[in-house]
């Protein structure tokens, strides 16, 4: 659609930054550049109306990684960057509270437990990551206590991992472990309190946007093709995760799709967050006598991208995850929710953040974690930007 007049002396006139992207990091994004260069015309353009990746559709774990998952990570990443991944979570988690308040997000320090089925079932043999414990609590406690204690200073003196005998009866488990520094938020309320802050902060978001493609602009900065027409922009973020690469086809980045049921069970779980078979399955509760049990993505099923449908796929993994909600939670009455989200997922669990061309800029892979490290991901990406180049 060609644009007119108004829309581009006005409306859609050339933006100092635009965001590609309205998840946790776009608009992290968008409101920390913002709020450092206030003079600015900033845009956030989505193509969906709300977001069709991981922001809307999460499962609300304020979480850091369970044990088995550590473990894994310890392998691919060495210790150093591992403790790196570490602290961005929690940095992460810590900048979505200074900005949006506790309250706004809904969150609640419920704490988080790993489950183990059975001695040697799962992922990781249970025994091995039971024993790695006291090694894991040494190096991550120092660095989730020194960046969260102030916002949850219950967890301060309790170390990161602690085996939950208890628990583990509770919920028909071989084994659990406690996470102490983990919570739940609300998905929605998060979301609802980004869209606030935006309008707040005057910032212009275009829903049902899509970008198809980027190139330079003559006069310097970058031309956006939409089917709005050609936007221009001195600087660009791009922040599609796991659909990056329809803008940059040389990111290592992935679309994977996550499924989630929301189940009645006959009898509820003690109120939490539970990890199962090193994160790949997840479950917490909600109210009104409610579970949200989602993951799956082990199963190996392949979905293909919405708005594409595969019904026999999708019913085959509904089945797979109502059978492992049924092993966990017991008889089910209803399942009154399933949806699919997209992760955006690569050769291991560290995002991805740099520039491609002058003012071109990217942040993506936030893998299963975004929720914890996306908007510190977005604080990252401002700053990196940096002055304006005119
Ligand atoms: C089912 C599910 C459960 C999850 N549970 C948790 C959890 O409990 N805790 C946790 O920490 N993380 C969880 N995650 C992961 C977390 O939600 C993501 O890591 C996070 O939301 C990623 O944020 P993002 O901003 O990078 O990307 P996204 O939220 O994927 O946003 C990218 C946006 O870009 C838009 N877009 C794509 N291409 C274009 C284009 N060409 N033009 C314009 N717009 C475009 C998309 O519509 C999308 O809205 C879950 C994910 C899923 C799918």
């Known amino acids: 659609m060609p644009i007119g007049y108004w829309e581009s002396e006005h409306l859609l006139a050339p933006a100092h930054f635009t965001v590609i992207g309205g998840g946790i990091v776009g608009m992290s994004a968008a409101l920390h550049f913002k ?37 894994d990570d310890l392998e691919t990443l060495g210790t150093q960057r591992w403790l790196a991944l570490i602290r961005q979570r929690a940095e992460g988690l810590r900048t979505l509270i200074e900005l949006l308040g506790p309250s706004a997000l809904g969150l609640e320090w419920s704490g988080g437990w790993e489950l183990f089925a059975a001695p040697g079932i799962g992922r990781q043999a249970t025994r091995r990551v039971l024993d790695a414990i006291p090694e ?109 690469r329809s803008i940059l086809p040389d990111l290592e980045v992935k679309p994977a799709p996550n ?19 090193d994160g790949y399955l997840y479950f917490r509760t909600l109210p009104g006598g409610q579970v949200l049990f989602g993951g799956g993505r082990h199963y190996g099923i392949g979905l293909p991208q919405f708005p594409a449908h595969d019904a026999e796929a999708t019913a085959q993994w509904d089945r797979r995850l109502t059978a492992d909600a049924e092993q966990w939670l017991g008889p089910i009455d209803a399942i009154t929710h399933r949806w699919t989200g997209w992760l955006g997922v690569g050769s291991d669990r560290e995002p991805i953040m740099g520039s491609t061309a002058p003012g071109l800029h990217h942040a993506v892979r936030m893998g299963g974690m975004g929720v914890a490290i996306g908007c510190g991901m977005g604080k990252a990406l401002a700053e990196a930007i940096g002055p304006r180049m005119t």
């Open 35 to 71: 709020a450092t260069h206030p003079e600015v015309r900033v845009r956030l353009v989505e193509r969906d109306v709300l977001g069709e990746g991981g922001t809307t559709r999460n499962a609300g774990f304020a979480c850091f990684g369970g044990a088995g998952e550590w473990i």
């Open 136 to 244: 894991l609590n040494r190096l991550a406690q120092p660095v989730l206590s020194s960046i969260l204690q102030d916002v949850h200073p219950a967890a301060a003196d309790t170390p990161a991992l602690a085996l939950a005998p208890e628990r583990a009866k509770d919920v028909g488990a071989h084994a659990a472990v406690h996470l102490c520094w983990e919570g739940m938020l609300h998905t929605g309320k998060m979301v609802s309190a980004f869209h606030k802050a935006l309008r707040a902060a005057d910032i212009q978001c275009l829903n049902g946007c899509t970008v198809n493609a980027l190139t330079p602009a003559a006069g310097g900065g970058w031309t956006l093709d939409t089917q709005r027409g050609q936007l221009l922009s001195e600087k660009v973020a791009i922040c599609t995760n796991g659909f990056a």
């Open 259 to 277: 499924r989630v049921l929301v189940v009645t069970p006959k009898t509820m779980p003690p109120a939490g967050a539970y990890h199962i078979e």
